[in-house]
RNA sequence: CGGGGAGUAGUAUAGUGGUAGUACGCGGGGUUCGGGACUCCGUAGCCCGGGUUCAAUUCCCGGCUCCCCGACCA
């Protein structure tokens, strides 16, 4: 990726209203544009930050079912059904196409995956199935807010597990949650699993938690076990014994809310008739659960968790590249085709890498605009660097930089 | 949805009842070239509608938008 031909300006100044960090510093660094409150563009960076968390979500969805995508649009009678046209018309938008149709623009997709599933499943013997997407969400949320982590329109990850019995949903309610942990954890975030409302069905769902103080959720929790609880149903108070390990005791900490597991059971099966039929014949509604995962929200906690007075400071799974390298002095056409030519090599190596080319641009504005976008390793090219026949490397999480050969570039890059 | 704050150039800001100034940016010239360098020239703006007034970006009313607190968030 050449700097240049990345449709990517930053800007000096914070933008004046956003208070939330990663509004700040997402927008400054052109990662996102907002359009609209809560509704944000994910401009070249930010658009590589969602497809490489895409890309971890993926990896440990496709071991739990098969992707799908459903469509945004849904008319009403599938939500009729389920009664939910009339509780979720606060956030649902919903509207009449022109020949007074009656749509809404989903918001979740329970009622329609239900739908979608009755052809499917028949028979116990069909049964566990798991399907999932990553698709747009729309909610009509009255007040969006904090940049990414609250927006009206957004990306999310849904899964749903189909079951006849229970002790097959928690069989498979626990390796989801298992997973989860594993994508956060590969995403550089720490989550706690988190007891939460848990509905009709069952005492509990399950948030998955990143404690910042950007985070509108209050949780109780034992840093010594990572025992957690919602505050909104905690029994417990800060300062109390944890109920889980006795020894440690409970903190109360803000958090973001990065994922949600729930037992849903017969609530969406029942009303819209999705059976199987047992040994016997007999017909039983299908036992559901679902698990969402927010992906822009995700991006914002990251940043909100990984940045430092001069900008983030992106873990490396989820850079939008792993290299920032920036030629100093490009004035002169020897250092240019010095760069070009570790550009080309880095390119070749298939290390990802942003390649600062710009002209008339002064080595400070390249270093606070590569500190600005937070790459993991950024690695200079200049006369100084190469009279040694080497370039400069340094993390972007440390103070020292060194040098090192041009030819074990790619050497030290691995070694970090 | 209740409460609070704010809308002046691409961004951040100053200011006025007589149509607006600064910095950065952007375009051009020159000097620079390892932490947002210097300099000269240029470019670009008062959220919308109504009212008061000879005259409104400024005062009044209404609206829209954004931010924050709260409520809401299977």
């Excluded at 329609?112 to 009509?140: C, G, W």
């Excluded at 903190?251 to 016997?280: C, H, M, Q, W």
């Excluded at 014949?281 to 698990?291: D, E, K, R």
Aim: aromatic residues 8%; hydrophobic residues 40%.
């Amino acid at each position: 990726m050449r700097q240049s031909e990345l449709f990517l300006k930053t800007q000096r100044e914070f933008p004046k209203d956003e208070v939330a960090i990663n509004a700040q510093l997402l927008i400054r660094a052109n990662f996102i544009h907002k359009l609209m409150a809560g509704v944000y563009s994910l401009l070249p960076l930010g658009f590589l930050v969602r497809e490489k968390i895409i890309k971890i979500v993926r990896a440990e969805m496709n071991k739990l079912g098969a992707e799908m995508i459903m469509p945004a649009l849904h008319p009403k009678a599938v939500w009729e059904a389920t009664g939910r046209w009339e509780t979720m018309g606060k956030v649902m938008y919903q509207f009449k196409n022109h020949g007074g149709q009656e749509i809404g623009l989903g918001p979740t997709h329970e009622e329609i995956i239900t739908e979608i599933a009755k052809p499917i499943i028949n028979s116990y013997e069909n049964l566990p199935l798991a399907i999932y997407q990553i698709q747009t969400k729309f909610r009509d949320e009255e007040r969006p807010k904090s940049g990414l982590l609250r927006g009206r329109e957004f990306t999310m990850k849904d899964l749903y597990s189909f079951h006849a019995d229970q002790a097959s949903l928690e069989e498979y309610y626990e390796k989801v949650k298992a997973a989860y942990q594993v994508i956060f954890k590969n995403c550089g975030l720490k989550s706690y699993v988190t007891e939460a409302s848990g509905g009709d069905f069952s005492k509990y769902s399950h948030e998955f938690m990143v404690e910042s103080a950007a985070g509108e959720d209050e949780i109780l929790l034992c840093r010594l076990c990572a025992w957690a609880q919602n505050k909104e149903i905690a029994e417990v108070k800060a300062g109390d014994h944890c109920p889980k390990c006795q020894s440690g005791v409970l903190d109360k900490v803000n958090a973001i809310e990065v994922g949600n597991i729930f037992k849903l059971g017969t609530r969406f099966s029942e009303p819209v008739g999705l059976v199987y039929k047992d040994k016997n014949g007999v017909n039983h509604p299908v036992i559901m659960a679902s698990y969402g995962i927010g992906i822009e929200r995700l991006i914002g906690t990251i940043v909100e968790t990984h940045h430092d007075e001069k900008g983030i400071l992106w873990p490396e799974a989820t850079a939008p590249a792993k290299v920032h390298l920036l030629l100093i002095g490009e004035a002169k056409a020897e250092l240019k085709k010095s760069a070009e030519k570790i550009y080309n090599g880095l390119v070749k190596e298939e290390v990802e890498v942003l390649y600062d080319d710009r002209e008339n641009v002064s080595a400070g504005e390249k270093f606070a605009d590569a500190d600005l976008i937070g790459l993991p390793f950024r690695v200079i090219v200049s006369e100084k660097t190469l009279a040694q026949d080497k370039v400069e490397i340094k993390k972007r999480n440390e103070k020292e930089a060194k040098l090192v050969k041009i030819g074990d570039l790619n050497k030290a890059l691995n070694n970090n």
